[in-house]
T-cell receptor, first 114, second 111 residues
Framework: EPEVTQTPSHQVTQMGQEVILRCVPI?????FYWYRQILGQKVEFLVS????????KSEIFDDQFSVERPDGSNFTLKIRSTKLEDSAMYFC????????????FGPGTRLLVL | QQQVKQSPQSLIVQKGGISIINCAYE??????FPWYQQFPGKGPALLIA?????SEKKEGRFTISFNKSAKQFSLHIMDSQPGDSATYFC??????????FGKGTRLHILP
């Protein structure tokens, strides 16, 4: 069964450093998403991406965040200058047509900012 | 208005029992209500979903009950098994919009 993959599985970084989280969505999917989950809390929407542009973003997704689809397979989330509160599990998801189609989530990247 | 309120926060059920998780929402524009299951170290996975034009949807041991007038919906897990032990999230969305998750319920099924 096709699946969303994410790398790295864990990332530790110093406050103020840039990090890039990588995702490979399912190949025929057109909608891509990033969510985050702070330890023990709910999953929060960050951004959705369709047709090579952001279709929606949350208030969490400020100027420190950016997304890119640099080639036909990868989808990345960049955090320009990490803060302690960026420590969370970051999930990539993809869906074939719209958000209301099944969103398939990757296993996540656990980011720890020291 | 964009919130989905979920209860209980945690739940312990005996094997073979019925697990019930409840959710409530305010925004009547929500038109899609999925439930996600998450095992430790994994991403959420869609379990079952319902639209507000039906009051109940059943898939195997999992049933969603939907009360549009009360703006509430619930997940029932019949004959709960230890393998059902996971965190369950209710969620809601509007059209092609993002999915709004509840805070999650940590379910533990006693063997």
């Amino acid at each position: 069964e096709p699946e969303v993959t994410q790398t790295p599985s864990h990332q530790v970084t110093q406050m103020g450093q840039e990090v890039i989280l990588r995702c490979v969505p399912i190949s025929n999917h057109l909608y891509f998403y990033w969510y985050r989950q702070i330890l023990g809390q709910k999953v929060e929407f960050l951004v959705s991406f369709y047709n090579n542009e952001i279709s929606e973003k949350s208030e969490i997704f400020d100027d420190q965040f950016s997304v890119e689809r640099p080639d036909g397979s990868n989808f990345t989330l960049k955090i320009r200058s990490t803060k302690l509160e960026d420590s969370a599990m970051y999930f990539c998801a993809s869906s074939e047509i719209t958000a209301q189609e099944t969103q398939y989530f990757g296993p996540g990247t656990r980011l720890l900012v020291l | 208005q964009q919130q989905v309120k979920q209860s209980p926060q945690s739940l312990i059920v005996q094997k073979g029992g019925i697990s019930i998780i409840n959710c409530a929402y305010e925004n009547t524009a929500f038109d899609y209500f999925p439930w996600y299951q998450q095992f430790p170290g994994k991403g959420p996975a869609l379990l079952i979903a319902i639209r507000p034009d039906v009051s109940e949807k059943k898939e195997g041991r999992f049933t969603i009950s939907f009360n549009k007038s009360a703006k509430q919906f619930s997940l029932h897990i019949m004959d709960s098994q230890p393998g059902d032990s996971a965190t369950y999230f209710c969620a809601a969305s509007i059209g092609d919009d993002k999915i709004i998750f509840g805070k999650g319920t940590r379910l533990h099924i006693l063997p």
